[in-house]
């Protein structure tokens, strides 16, 4: 072959590397912005999330805070005498030498199922369940809406 040959042979080799350098950085390209668009959808992801995750929070923080707040309110009420608690008697079952006394009005007639009235410290001990069974509840819509969020 000769120098001529070469030469051509050189250029046309130089030509397809050029070309072939110009495309793979082109495709480069192309799979970096591809990839740069996909790690912002992520952030943008991650963001809401974090957005959602937080107004729940929010959101079942109050309504721990409004319980909490009910419960001292009722607590507060009881201790004072402001308020009694009271059962439903069933006056078919009379157990034997337990008759409890049922409450009476201090005016009116009361037309409804007799009641008894529970001892003041009887009553706390039920209030207080019942604070901790709220709180139980809070917290478990709290756990809901959190994995729910991450399901989404």
């Known amino acids: 072959m000769s120098s001529a040959a070469w030469k051509i042979q050189d250029w046309r080799y130089g030509k397809a590397l050029a070309e072939q350098a110009h495309s793979q950085a082109e495709i480069l390209k192309q799979l970096t912005v591809a990839a740069a668009a996909s790690q912002q959808k992520e952030i943008d992801k991650r963001l809401a999330l974090q957005q959602q995750l937080s107004t729940s929070e929010q959101t079942h923080y109050r309504a721990l805070s409004d319980a909490q707040r009910d419960q001292d309110r009722l607590r507060d009420r009881l ?74």
Not at 81 to 103: E, H, K, W, Y
Not at 123 to 145: K, M, P, W
């Open 79 to 152: 201790a004072t005498a402001d308020v009694r608690l009271s059962v439903l008697l069933d006056a078919d079952d009379v157990a034997a030498g337990c008759a409890v006394p049922a409450a009476t009005p201090a005016s009116g007639l009361d037309h409804g199922a007799p009641r008894a009235r529970l001892d003041p410290a009887h009553a706390q001990r039920i209030i207080a369940i019942t604070d901790e069974g709220d709180r139980g509840l809070i917290a478990l819509q709290a756990c809901q809406a959190y994995i729910r969020a991450l399901g989404r």
